[in-house]
């Protein structure tokens, strides 16, 4: 149930704000003392990872990555330095070139053998429908292969990338 309105009593909206309080398009003033400056913050550098920012060296607790060269990452044998992750892009390319040759070669193969199984002995026909049929199916197993070196590589890569951020964790001072 709502109650009555009292006629009596008038509805008169609140006070219109004073006019030396503020004026348009600036913030009242004597209510909010200013906000004080920020503390300088210390620098700090992108994340190789795409994480958060470390901070910069000479910032305390902070030790940086140093890299070093190829030769001297093949031939470190305390194996603290990795290879993997600048190289997994070429080892990659070169897998899909050797699927796809083996891929072609094996087509080939398919169409030789056909042919020559169905002339004379010593003949060296080449049966252009057995390689044409070992072409478009034999992109069935290449692309398993395709998808199993991709999986592998990953693996390997996620890997090394979990040893390298746990490292990095390990080495910051406990707060």
């Given at each position: ?21 503020y ?60 290879i ?84 990095a ?7």
């Open positions: 149930m709502t109650q009555p309105i009292n006629p009596d009593q008038s509805h008169t909206p609140p006070p219109a704000p004073q006019a030396d309080s004026s348009a398009g600036s913030a009242p003033t004597g209510s909010y003392p200013p906000p004080a400056p920020y503390p300088p913050q210390p620098a700090s550098a992108p994340d190789p990872m795409g994480g958060y920012p470390v901070q910069a060296a000479g910032y305390p607790g902070y030790a940086p990555v140093q890299q070093r060269g190829f030769f001297s990452a093949l031939f470190d044998m305390s194996f603290s330095q990795y993997t992750i600048t190289w997994v892009k070429v080892v990659y390319i070169l897998c899909l070139i050797a699927i796809a040759i083996g891929w072609f070669f094996g087509a080939f193969m398919m169409g030789t053998v056909a042919g020559i199984g169905g002339g004379s002995y010593g003949s060296s026909e080449f049966d252009p429908g057995a390689f044409f049929f070992a072409l478009i199916f034999g992109l069935i197993p290449a692309f398993l292969h395709v998808i199993g070196i991709r999986l592998l590589l990953e693996f390997i890569v996620a890997i090394i990338r979990t040893e390298q951020n746990t490292r964790l390990a080495q910051r001072p406990m707060a």
